[in-house]
């Protein structure tokens, strides 16, 4: 009898790691193909912070700083409209606990960064940019890394703990420095990571 139960704990045991396992894998796959939204919210705010650099550092005509902004407002219209598209009318029927958590890692991520905004202007009376940003970029890296860890991507992982250490360096530097490194911070944590997922998401 004794012999049975544990036979039955190791087979459960067993099997629960399976299908931990295979929702993991499910996860990978649906993440490669989602690739293409970490490649467009990757390369639409790096456009709007390297423009804005470009915009208050480089000497310009107002109608090219007109045409910056324009076009990076644009963009980020269009990524919008284009996520809610993607999720809505491509993504279906794949869902998985882990895909469920993630949903609630941004989510959260969303509301904690309106918090932070709210809770630093109650506290020092003022919008403060220079501060905002590094604090900003590091509840971002937070969660990439987590994102990463979920998903057993080393290569997200690594991207979430760069835009970690750029925010701490952030934190030394002006606002128009601090732009230039989050532009750099955006494209290692997300468009590099989103270009290699989309390239494997046929492997």
């Given at each position: 009898?004794?012999?049975?139960?544990?036979?039955?704990?190791?087979?459960?045991?067993?099997?629960?790691?399976?299908?931990?396992?295979?929702?993991?894998?499910?996860s990978q796959k649906k993440l490669k193909n989602d690739g293409v939204l970490f490649i467009?919210?990757?390369?639409?705010?790096?456009?709007?912070?390297?423009?804005?650099?470009?915009?208050n550092n480089i000497v310009t005509t107002y109608q090219i700083k007109m045409g910056f902004e324009y076009f990076a407002k644009g963009l980020v219209v269009l990524a919008f409209a284009f996520s809610i598209y993607y999720i809505f009318k491509k993504n279906k029927k794949v869902t998985t606990y882990i895909g469920i958590s993630?949903?609630?890692?941004?989510?959260?991520?969303?509301?904690?960064?309106?918090?932070?905004?709210?809770?630093?202007?109650n506290t020092i009376h003022e919008f403060n940019p220079a501060l905002q940003h590094p604090i900003f970029m590091v509840f971002m890296a937070f969660a990439v890394v987590i994102t990463?860890?979920?998903?057993?991507?080393?290569?997200?992982?690594?991207?979430?703990?760069?835009?970690?250490?750029?925010?701490y360096l952030c934190s030394y530097l002006s606002?128009?420095?601090?732009?230039?490194?989050?532009?750099?911070?955006?494209?290692?944590?997300?468009?590099?990571?989103?270009?290699?997922?989309?390239?494997?998401?046929?492997?």
């Open positions: 009898m004794e012999t049975k139960q544990q036979d039955f704990d190791s087979f459960d045991e067993n099997q629960s790691l399976q299908v931990i396992k295979e929702m993991i894998q499910v467009l919210w990757g390369w639409t705010i790096f456009y709007n912070y390297i423009s804005w650099y470009i915009i993630l949903r609630y890692v941004w989510i959260s991520l969303i509301v904690c960064l309106s918090l932070v905004n709210m809770i630093i202007f990463g860890g979920i998903l057993r991507y080393k290569l997200i992982i690594f991207g979430g703990v760069v835009f970690g250490l750029l925010a606002l128009e420095n601090q732009m230039l490194i989050e532009a750099f911070a955006w494209l290692i944590a997300f468009i590099i990571p989103g270009h290699y997922l989309y390239a494997k998401r046929k492997s």
